[in-house]
């Protein structure tokens, strides 16, 4: 069972919706999801939200989400779910020009969350901030809009793209059918 993560986007049922056709899902508000929740599921979506992270102080977040520094099974972070991942590790959040229609994302290196997708795809973006690429991470793609469009650690299976793949058609959903292949084993 995968575990997603609301942190109040309005495209989480989008998410949930998609992976079910592979996975049992559980959604789960952002201030009720606990750390000790963490073994009942085999992997964790992190949705987008509608925060601007360097408009706030994020500190409550990132206490809330600490447990992602040391959890192991497969995780993916969607756009807020991206940043926070990141800031966790040490990335830099900085805002950018305004993006909310589809951008061509280049993979940069292969993985299996990209599988069955081409070199060069579309996604559609939510955002108007990036991040850094954190130490003990790997850049997969990027596009002429953001640099990190996706990261992954370099020992675990955590992940963190900037665009929406719940939204973004026939590609996206390949995504996520592929994260769930990730939890499935």
């Known amino acids: 069972m995968i575990a997603v993560i609301d942190c109040g986007s309005s495209k989480t049922p989008q998410i949930a919706q998609q992976l079910e056709e592979y ?3 559980q959604v789960l508000g952002l ?5 000790e929740n963490l073994a009942q599921f085999d992997g964790v979506v992190l949705s987008g939200a509608p925060i601007l992270l ?12 600490s447990w992602i520094k040391t959890y192991d099974k497969p995780l993916l972070g969607i756009c807020f779910g991206h940043q926070i991942i990141g800031l966790l590790h040490g990335a830099r959040v ?7 229609g589809f951008q061509e994302i280049e993979l940069i290196k292969d993985d299996s969350l990209f599988e069955r997708l081409p070199d060069v795809f579309e996604m559609q973006e ?4 990036h991040i850094s690429v954190p130490h ?8 002429d809009a953001c640099i990190n469009e996706a990261m992954k650690h370099k ?12 939204v973004s058609g026939n590609f ?7 994260f769930a292949c990730l939890v499935l084993g």
């Open 23 to 25: 996975i049992d899902v």
């Open 31 to 35: 201030m009720d999801f606990k750390a």
């Open 54 to 65: 360097t408009d706030i102080d994020p500190t409550p977040y990132l206490q809330h989400l």
């Open 94 to 100: 900085s805002k950018m020009r305004e993006d909310r």
């Open 126 to 129: 939510d955002h108007c901030e």
């Open 136 to 143: 003990g991470f790997d850049l997969l793609a990027c596009s």
């Open 155 to 166: 020992e675990k299976p955590m992940y963190g793209v900037q665009f929406h793949p719940e």
């Open 172 to 178: 996206g959903h390949v995504l996520l059918e592929n």
